[in-house]
Nanobody, 125 residues
Framework: VQLQASGGGLVQAGGSLRLSCVASGLTFNSLAVGWFRQAPGKEREFVAARRWSGGSTRYEDSVEGRFTISKDSAKNTLYLQMNSLKPEDTAVYYC???????????????????WGQGTQVTVSS
């Protein structure tokens, strides 16, 4: 099982990036999927998550209204569209997937079974 995250890069404040996460050896059906990020010297923190099948979606407060988590079922790919980026969004971004995750645990990184390798996002001021 492998999750491959990509799409990171260097962008100016106010710009946009779209991250992608492709799964191999795993289909996202029936799973909860999400994005986390980790800035230097900080703990990995929740960004966004959703059920692959639809319905519940959750965002961390600081990204609400700027980031959108979405999917392409045909490509078995998860996306994170990031708009109006800020320097404080700079971090390594990780995609993750979980079996049997309830909505209240969407932000709990301990409950995710599968992780991608991370992609660097750097926002310059």
């Amino acid at each position: 099982v492998q999750l491959q995250a990509s799409g990171g890069g260097l962008v100016q404040a106010g710009g946009s990036l779209r991250l992608s996460c492709v799964a191999s050896g795993l289909t996202f059906n029936s799973l909860a999927v999400g994005w986390f990020r980790q800035a230097p010297g900080k703990e990995r923190e929740f960004v966004a998550a959703r059920r692959w099948s639809g319905g519940s979606t959750r965002y961390e407060d600081s990204v609400e209204g700027r980031f959108t988590i979405s999917k392409d079922s045909a490509k078995n790919t998860l996306y994170l569209q990031m708009n109006s980026l800020k320097p404080e969004d700079t971090a390594v971004y990780y995609c993750a997937a979980s079996r049997g995750l309830i909505f209240s645990d969407f932000d709990n990184r301990q409950r995710y079974n599968y992780w991608g390798q991370g992609t660097q996002v750097t926002v310059s001021s």
